[in-house]
């Protein structure tokens, strides 16, 4: 069974830092490349960033490029969001989730998230 | 606003079919796959729908999906009450290098 685990939310103050993890199990997780997609209170889906299975291709959404890093170690099935100078509104329940081969980078798995907050 | 354009909302008695658009452009629905994904309160999405038509295993044959051109839509065929839910579209845009989601649907049960 495909189980993707986040930890590492929580409060933080503006300008603060954080660093999201996710924990994959069930599938072979180097073989996959992996989303990270946030949901502000009340809102919709946003999509945060994408990084291949081999970490050789990497993307971000403009709100995020320059402050947060999505990062794997494949050794230890995990993956990472490292976020830098923290806002209001990077405040969200932030989600990892799978990508399905050959999907155009289309998710298939999603994880049950963290709550990030960012308040003073 | 978002790159993807939903209908904010939609609303059908059991057993009615309810249809939702998305709508893009050529960047994004027009050159690639679409995925739908269903949240229900409180929980994370689930994906309902994939590569524009796919239905994954354990989901029920009352939702299917269509593409044309630069749109997207997903049919909810005899609606139930388990399926009052919030429905989002997706696709990856070439020109932006990145995802884009619908505004999402809001789907009510009467």
């Known amino acids: 069974e495909v189980q993707l685990v986040e930890s590492g939310g929580g409060l933080v103050k503006p300008g603060g830092s954080l660093r999201l993890s996710c924990t994959a199990s069930?599938?072979?997780?180097?073989?996959?490349?992996m989303n990270w997609v946030r949901q502000a209170p009340g809102k919709g889906l946003e999509w945060v960033s994408s990084?291949?299975?081999?970490?050789?291709?990497?993307y971000y959404a403009d709100s995020v490029k320059g402050r947060f890093t999505m990062s794997r170690d494949n050794a230890k099935n995990s993956l990472y969001l490292q976020m830098n100078s923290l806002r209001g509104e990077d405040t969200a329940v932030y989600y990892c989730?799978?990508?399905?081969?050959?999907?155009?980078?289309?998710?298939?798995?999603w994880g049950q998230g963290t709550l990030v907050t960012v308040s003073s | 606003q978002s790159v993807l354009t939903q209908t904010p909302s939609a609303s059908g008695t059991p057993g009615q079919r309810v249809t939702i658009s998305c709508s893009g452009s050529?960047?994004?629905?027009?050159?690639?796959?679409v995925n739908w994904y269903q949240q229900l309160p409180r929980t994370a999405p689930k994906l309902l729908i994939s590569?524009?038509?796919q239905r994954p295993s354990g989901v029920p044959d009352r939702f299917s999906g269509s593409k044309s051109g630069t749109s997207a839509s997903l049919t909810i065929s005899g609606l139930r009450s388990e399926d009052e839910a919030d429905y989002y579209c997706?696709?990856?845009?070439?020109?932006?290098?990145?995802?884009?989601f619908g505004g999402g649907t809001r789907v009510t049960v009467l």
């Open positions: 989730a799978r990508v399905a081969p050959g999907s155009g980078w289309n998710e298939d798995y």
């Open positions: 069930g599938f072979t997780f180097s073989t996959y490349s």
């Open positions: 990084l291949s299975s081999s970490s050789n291709y990497i």
């Open positions: 050529s960047s994004n629905i027009g050159s690639t796959y």
């Open positions: 590569r524009n038509d």
């Open positions: 997706a696709a990856w845009d070439d020109s932006l290098s990145g995802r884009v």
